[in-house]
């Protein structure tokens, strides 16, 4: 009985609910501790990814740090979203060690080696090399990258690593090579399914391995969307809907610890936004934003629904592509498309208020994940 769809759709809502309370309590906390660490940036901006002069973008840097001190606003909120996650799977794992036969532990526990395992572990160490990055762009010289922490390069080796250590599971150990692709087959009358397994070259044979640079490809460009998060409760507010996106599609695949993990996550972001919305007590970086978009991109591949990232994020892709064009632009052209980049400071240059830059963005973002579900169950 505790198997059935009722029942573990209560547990997920309630295991929500209480990862939201557990974050709200301890979030005060962790905003003090990250204070009394002084984790915001010594150093402003004041160059672009290409090397000139900002100009636009610098003067709302430069008017948003003189109100209220926004200066010291602390950085590495996401760690609220991680580590409560992290260390609430852990919890119930550890009490199935008790008694491993008992059903209820077993219920309560979302620790699976098939299902949630990769994606926790995705979670855990891509918040950790986030940390690393907001570290070092608090440090007074801030980092080896213009925009503070990390060198871009390092940070893409890094994803690129990630990737291929994943998809390599996903291959070996999990024997996942099966692509689902929004085309419809007459002849079948159903969506395509592309078996990579079954598709063989001469000399080279099976090319089922192709899902390792194809999980590198999701990776990488669903973390590049990470530059969402500049404003007030922007980023964590596009992204739960894409999160529920996700976990509704989970559950009625019976993927039931994947919806769970991505419920608790829900909750623990929930909670974030309790203390990111105007004014902000700290802010997500790289430990929050990686963490999230890695786990989100894994999770999409795990259970077969790709196709309907750039659907329910369309407005995460639009951003970074807003960039991606911007930088391209410059470099080739030197002129510039936006106003500034990416597209929400290109709309805070055009007058829209920061707030209503993130409501609308808010508003896209729960319309588009609706129409990704919906797809998600038409295509199956």
Known sequence: MLDYPLAQGIKILIFSGLSFLIAVLWAPLLIKMLTILKFWKKTSRKVAVTGEVLTITKKFYEENEKAENRKYIPRAGGVLI???????A????AILQIDKTNQFYQFLN???????????????FASLIGLIDDTLSTLKNGGNYIAGGLKLSHRMILVTLMGSFIGWW??????????????????????????????????????????????????VT???????????????GVFIPVFLCFAGLSFVDSYYDIATMLMVMVGTMWAYLWFNIPPAKFFMGDTGTMGVLLTLGVVAIFINKIYVLP???????????????QVISKKLFKKKVFLAAPLHHHL?????????????????????????????????
């Open 90 to 93: 852990l919890f119930f794992w």
């Open 311 to 325: 659907i329910a994020g369309f407005i995460l892709y639009v951003v970074a592509a807003s960039a991606f064009i």
């Open 222 to 236: 669903i973390w590049s969307t990470s530059i969402i998060d500049g404003f007030d409760g922007l980023a964590v």
């Open 348 to 380: 805070e240059a055009l007058g829209w208020t920061r707030e209503q830059v993130t409501m609308r963005f808010w508003m896209i973002s729960m319309i588009t994940s609706l129409l990704g579900f919906a797809i998600g169950l038409l295509i199956g």
């Open 82 to 88: 991680w580590v409560t996650t992290v260390i609430f």
């Open 170 to 219: 996903f291959y070996a150990k999990l024997s996942l090579t099966s692509i689902k692709l929004p085309f419809f087959d007459y002849s079948s009358g159903d969506w395509i399914n592309l078996d990579l397994e079954k598709i063989v070259f001469p000399f080279i044979g099976s090319i089922g391995w192709v899902i390792i640079p194809i999980t590198i490809l999701i990776l």
């Open 110 to 124: 979302f620790i699976n080696r098939r299902e949630t395992f990769i994606p926790l572990g995705t979670l855990y």
